[in-house]
């Protein structure tokens, strides 16, 4: 199974900041499957939100936020880079 590890990789904010996340646990995270048209799995997007502990991560996600992921998985389901026999 491809795997492109993005999420752990990804910094926000100044330098700074980021070093204190990444050494913050992932309090929340949501889930969606990356299928093509015949509905085989391909991979799947996660969406997660750091924190020292839940009430510090932010926001629980929102079905409304669930619906746009499923949106995006949609859409990478159809890029080049998940084709069979693609290069990551």
Do not use: C
Not at 14 to 26: G, Y
Not at 31 to 52: D, F, I, T, Y
Request: cysteine-free.
């Amino acid at each position: 199974m491809k795997h492109a590890s993005l999420f752990e990789a990804v910094k926000l904010g100044a330098e700074e900041e980021d070093r204190s996340l990444d050494q913050m646990p992932i309090q929340k995270i949501m889930s969606v499957p990356v299928a093509n048209s015949a509905g085989h799995v391909m991979g799947v997007v996660q969406v997660s939100r750091k924190g020292l502990d839940a009430s510090l991560s932010g926001a629980d996600f929102t079905t409304a936020d669930l619906v746009q992921l499923e949106k995006a998985a949609e859409i990478v389901s159809r890029m080049p880079f998940m084709q069979e026999g693609a290069e990551i």
